[in-house]
């Protein structure tokens, strides 16, 4: 990707994010005006009558009042920000009627969250506002000076800006060398405004995110909530693929051994030698399917990995991997053994791959752990382009290895090398 032909820093105050920034701040002081004096006046009344009964239903409203100020504030943030934050848990009652969701309202930390918001927003809504409209008022103002300088005596009855003046002396900018430097300066406010500008959204983005979006409590939920669907996903389909492997493999070939042995036990008496043939035949789907049961059952959990741990059952899949591939296993202990089979699992599949699309002509295999994580990567020299995309193998390996809080990350420019390296929770 070609450099722009400007500095960041001259391009910025002309950029269409700039601007947006600037627009959401200009907005946001009447916006946050409205908000705090709407949830302040119905807050104070709810609270003021609570020893009433009315006072918990205005409470009560007040608060989905503030969900609604939220829900437009994420949309601005969203629109001008660029900021996407996702929206708190409902609000449901356990019996769906009227109290069972003012009691809900009420007990909702999110509601009043969204009230904090819309208390603490209106006095930094001021400060950014006021700091934004003056840099920008000032910077833009003294950098086009020499544009309109000829206003001041030509309609004010005065040389230029007046900087100092008293009884007897006054001191205006109305010299060409003054005029350039009000300009320069002018030009420096220009220049540093949209990084200030910046700076104040930021704060915008942390007080949206940290109060008017999911609790942390929530969102892990939800993570989870995904993973347990995904970890039911990925064992129905190892449970689909090897119910099709035994009844593809293994199963029609005792099937078709069962058929020659039937057959030899009728010709044993009358043709021996015929019944030799197929009991030697026999022999062979026998060995056939011994060893189509035990690839299987290595696919599944080998047992060298149980009895021995991963560095060697990695180097059992790479000794049967159709390039060279140099395994090194650095651990301190055996994680646990769900950890250990997902570790041998993504291995196998990127060596898979290697074998399959790299056209590599060596791969390399380190595991390592770093702190609490399991550390695994898989290099080849191969034409590279693997990519984690929907429908492809390493999209289904990325969202097994996320499933149990992992991390997989796939660098593979067109032409290659290829590294691909998974995090894995470290459990001894």
């Known amino acids: 990707m070609a450099s722009p032909r400007l500095p960041a820093a001259i391009r910025a105050p002309f950029e269409a994010r700039t601007w947006r920034a600037f627009g959401y701040v200009l907005i946001g002081l009447p916006l946050s005006v409205f908000w705090f004096s709407l949830s302040v006046a119905f807050v104070s009344a709810g609270a003021g009558l609570l020893i009433t009964f009315l006072g918990v239903p205005i409470l009560a409203g007040a608060l989905a009042m503030c969900r609604g100020f939220g829900a437009v504030e994420r949309a601005r943030a969203r629109g001008l920000l660029g900021h996407d934050v996702g929206a708190p848990e409902p609000v449901r009652g356990r019996t769906g009627g009227a109290f069972s969701w003012m009691g809900a309202m009420l007990k909702s ?7 904090l918001y819309a ?5 930094w809504a001021v400060f950014s506002f006021s700091v934004t409209v003056a840099l920008w008022t000032w910077g833009w103002s003294l950098f086009t000076y020499p544009l309109w300088q000829w206003v001041f005596p030509t309609w004010v009855g005065q040389d230029g800006i007046q900087l100092y003046g008293d009884a007897t002396h006054s001191f205006y900018l109305d010299a060409p060398f003054e005029i350039a ?21 930021s704060v915008d983005r942390l007080l949206v995110t940290g109060l008017l979006g999911p609790s942390r409590l929530a969102s892990r939920v939800t993570e989870l909530e995904s993973d347990r669907g995904i970890v039911v996903d990925t064992a129905a389909a190892d449970l689909r693929r090897i119910e099709r492997d035994l009844h593809d493999g293994a199963q029609a070939r005792l099937a078709a051994l069962a058929m020659d042995l039937g057959l030899a036990k009728e010709k044993l008496s009358q043709d021996p030698q015929a019944a030799a043939v197929l009991v030697d035949e026999a022999h ?17 959990h080998p047992a060298v990995l149980t009895d021995r741990g991963l560095d060697a059952a990695l180097s059992a ?7 060279p591939v140099s395994v090194s296993v650095d651990l301190p202990a055996r994680p646990v053994p769900a950890i250990e089979g997902i570790a041998y699992f993504t291995v196998s599949e990127l060596l898979r791959n290697v074998t399959s699309h790299a056209r590599a002509r060596r791969a390399w295999v380190d595991v390592w752990r770093s702190g609490d994580r399991l550390m695994i990567q898989v290099r080849d020299d191969g034409v590279g382009g693997a990519e984690v995309s929907d429908g492809h193998g390493l999209a289904a390996l990325s969202a097994r290895v996320d499933a149990v809080d992992g991390v997989l990350a796939v660098s593979s420019p067109a032409g290659g090398p290829t590294s691909v390296t998974a995090e894995l929770p470290w459990r001894a």
């Not at 011994?290 to 599944?300: C, H, P």
Request: some cysteine; proline content about 4%.
């Open 181 to 201: 430097v009000t300009s320069l300066i002018g030009l420096v406010f220009v220049l540093i405004g949209p990084w200030v500008l910046r700076g104040l959204v």
């Open 119 to 123: 208390v603490v927003h209106m006095p």
């Open 284 to 300: 062979g789907e026998v060995k056939l399917a011994l060893q189509e049961l035990r690839d299987l059952a290595r696919g599944i």
């Open 317 to 323: 899949v790479a000794s049967r991997c159709a390039v």
């Open 109 to 115: 930390g999110a509601s009043w969250r969204h009230l």
